[in-house]
């Protein structure tokens, strides 16, 4: 390879003491590795500048400002988990920084520099509401932890019911108060309900999921990826099976999608210990449509893959989320207008890990306008 390197920034929760995800780095690395390993792009080699949040806001802000500073065409999927505030995406913003990122906080669905890999949060919880509704469900009970992020879920999910007019009715679990989970999981189960939707932590799922098996609740219970983990599932144990699982990628299990498993070859080639997860996945396919995007620009910074990014007419399909673009798409919702590809995968647990339930790539948003012609009898 010759030529200047092409530097891009990335970030996240790599050490942590209350949350750590050291499988992000490594998707992100695993990426550079190979596409380096094959040549670079258009034989100039890419370069991770990684800085580690520590899941804190002070250090997440820290690291932006520091990769703001590093003069990087683009932050591939900067994981500012901990500050809830947006201020760490703002700084990469006001620096005209392009980012590719999952949609979270609320910010990043409205920001011109925040450039979704898939469908954000609102397709997870859109999602997790369409997968209840197209078995059958009609009285749903949204369960939520008491954080902004899970409020905010609450109100997505609740509007996505109430454009098809499915009754809901939403629980706070708050372990200080309720910490067996019987006191929401029997309101949560109560009058009919069948199904329930969670935006919960992950020590709590296996609280609430097991309160409300062993109260008799046999129905239909949803999730997004980001908070059912593996760990949540072996702390899950019997009470896992079955769940439904909605994630803006694919599965990691999913070995017949070929995203999957190039990313699954690459961990193993170039990766330096960290099982496949969603989040490492997630990464590695942030730096694979960042190369397939700035492949064809003879000069390649900030502005220039901004204006790439936003100019994209051809689909860029790298298998592991559904194809890409940004030119010529509207968004579902208006007030979210960086959410325009629209797509979600769902699984369902079976024998302790999620498994694709063989749909492949479903937009959530069509799903439940398809269910509300069909209640209108049109």
């Known amino acids: 390879m010759t030529g200047q390197p092409i530097i891009i920034g990335g970030s996240g929760p790599d050490t942590g003491q209350v949350f750590n995800a050291p499988e992000q780095r490594e998707g992100l690395q695993a990426a550079v590795d190979s596409i380096n390993s094959a040549g670079g792009i258009n034989g100039r080699p890419l370069q991770l500048e990684y800085c580690d949040g520590k899941f804190d806001p002070n250090a997440e802000i820290s690291c932006a400002r520091k990769l703001a500073a590093k003069k990087i065409v683009a932050a591939i999927d900067p994981f500012f988990a901990a500050d809830a505030s947006d201020t760490a995406y703002k700084i990469l913003d006001d620096a005209g920084i392009p980012q590719i990122t999952r949609g979270t906080p609320v910010g990043r669905l409205t920001s011109t520099k925040s450039y979704l890999l898939s469908s954000g949060a609102p397709g997870w919880f859109y999602g997790e509401v369409a997968s209840l509704v197209n078995d059958g469900a009609r009285k749903i009970a949204i369960l939520i932890s008491p954080s902004p992020s899970a409020q905010f879920a609450s109100q997505v999910m609740a509007r996505a019911l109430d454009s098809i007019g499915v009754r809901h009715t939403t629980v706070v679990f708050d ?153 010529g798409k509207k968004p579902p919702v208006p007030e979210w207008p960086r959410v325009v590809n629209t797509s979600v995968q769902i699984g369902i647990v079976r024998n302790g890990a999620i498994q694709p339930n063989g749909e492949g790539f479903i937009n959530p948003f069509d799903e439940l306008r398809k269910v509300a012609v069909t209640k209108a009898g049109g």
């Open 175 to 327: 372990p200080k108060t309720d910490p067996t989970g019987a006191t929401a999981a029997a309101k949560a189960t109560a009058d009919g309900v069948q199904g329930v939707t969670l935006s919960l932590t992950n020590a709590a799922i296996p609280v609430v999921v097991s309160a409300m098996r062993h109260g008799g609740y046999t129905g239909e219970i949803a999730s997004c990826s980001c908070s059912f983990t593996p760990e949540t599932i072996q702390a899950l144990g019997a009470n896992a099976e079955g769940i439904k699982v909605v994630s803006q990628i694919a599965f990691s299990t999913d070995t017949k999608n070929p995203g999957v498993g190039q990313y699954l070859s690459d961990l193993k080639k170039f990766g330096a210990g960290a099982p496949p997860k969603e989040t490492g996945l997630f990464a590695w396919s942030a730096v694979k449509l960042f190369a397939a995007v700035v492949k064809p620009l003879d000069k390649i910074d900030a502005a220039s893959v901004t204006k790439a990014l936003n100019t994209m007419t051809a689909p860029v399909d790298i298998g592991a989320v559904a194809p890409w673009q940004i030119a």
